[in-house]
């Protein structure tokens, strides 16, 4: 049997790179460290490894790596613990805002 890796498919919805679509495997460390799954070196809000989302085998998590300016959601939510989101879900990770996108 060939285990499948799980990926999250995300869109960023500001910056320089609103619009694009990735697909990040899962767990996706989030920060501006060039080997991280989702890079973001042009962000100079975003501490080098930030945040992370993750998967629980129901749901997916994200999580603040004890970053200096917060993970937050759309609603103002700051993220303090791992948190489940939910397809559609909208959060920002230092200066940029990104969507989790359904299959």
Not at 75 to 101: D, Q, Y
């Amino acid at each position: 049997m060939v285990e499948q890796s799980l990926v999250a498919r995300l869109v960023f919805v500001s910056g320089p790179e609103d619009g694009k679509e990735i697909q990040a495997p899962i767990p996706a460390i989030f920060g501006r460290l060039a080997e991280n799954e989702v890079p973001l070196q042009y962000d100079y809000l975003s501490s080098r490894r930030h945040a992370c989302l993750s998967h629980d085998g129901e749901t997916f998590i994200l999580e603040d790596l004890g970053s200096r300016n917060g993970t937050f959601l759309l609603t103002g939510e700051p993220v303090h613990s791992p948190l489940p989101i939910e397809s559609g879900a909208v959060f920002k990770v230092g200066g940029v805002w990104l969507k989790l996108l359904g299959d």
